[in-house]
DNA sequence: GTCTATATGAAGATAGAC
DNA sequence: GTCTATCTTCATATAGAC
């Protein structure tokens, strides 16, 4: 299958940061899903990481590169995860094992994946970066097939919506990670009309 | 159907605010939905509402007051649907009424039903107040009936999680109100297997 | 009920020593 | 690479005049 949405493809790199950083990127990750990102500040950064503010600046010039840093590396997964899909040798195939892969990380990182999907100023960031819109995209293209349909579309943002909205919803927090990801694939698969294999 | 977790219920009391508060209620919400919570100041709420800083200071004590006013406001809907719902005669019944409402609300007030279910600052705020508590409590008994199992959970928070995130998705901004809310009751049905009608 | 003016603190960001 | 110290701007919030 043919990759990205136009000839040349728009990759991440999270293997481009240093140990420091990475630190850093961890510690920005959780705060920014426990109070948002335009509720956490720098120095609740430098300090969850255990350093000064002026540390953190020196290892990323502004707030934004933080931000980008952390959904890079966060998003590593996933674009591991279309390289393969897209290596499939039917759509079909590629869309299931596409969704499995999807459930699985927005299970296992629940509260991140969450974080990150709907907070205002990273949804803005992003969507200003080509390397995530390709990136979304790609997504996008294996879940739908290549007939977009309203039907199809519809369903696609809501498992997306789902994927990264129910799995920190309260009703489920008290779920392990294999059962709500049993459970959301038995609906994935509902939603979709595919075979429970 | 009973009502409520306990025996008195704690009703929101979106009918308590004045015109002037009304105003500033209706900015913020609007400014919460474009930047988040933690990314409005009460700068900006008092400029959207054409006065100054000091005025609004003396309508709300608090920015955390105006913020719970505008979930009130926002939630006085959700309230009388389920007051409805609740007086259904079956289950069955207070449940399909209870979902058509639901979506109605999700899908015509897209933008800030998103807004005001995933802020961190408003969950963490909202889940300080019994009302707001009770509320949600009440709806998912409706939705979830009352044998609550881990699948019936996971379908709930799945539904819940699709009306408040589906419906900002890009891939749906630019369907239209009716199209979305159709789609989103088939797509609701398939999940609860309820019959098409 | 709204204004100007202000207090106090914390935000993002930088300079320069070690 | 990390620190202390500082700059500027903006945050929440208040005092007191009109």
Redesign the pocket.
Known sequence: MSRGSGTTQLRLRADRY?A?QLRIVRAALELFALHGVSG?????I?DAT??????V???F????EIMLAVAEVELARLETALDSAEDATSDAHARALLLEEVIGLAVERRRWVHALQNDPSMIRLLSEHEPFLDLMNRLYSVLNGEDATTETRVRTAILSAAFGGAVVHPLVVDLDDETLKAELTRTARRIFDLPDE
């Open positions: 240093s420091v956490t500040s720098l120095q609740m430098a255990g350093v000064t503010k002026a540390a600046y020196h290892q010039k502004t707030k934004e």
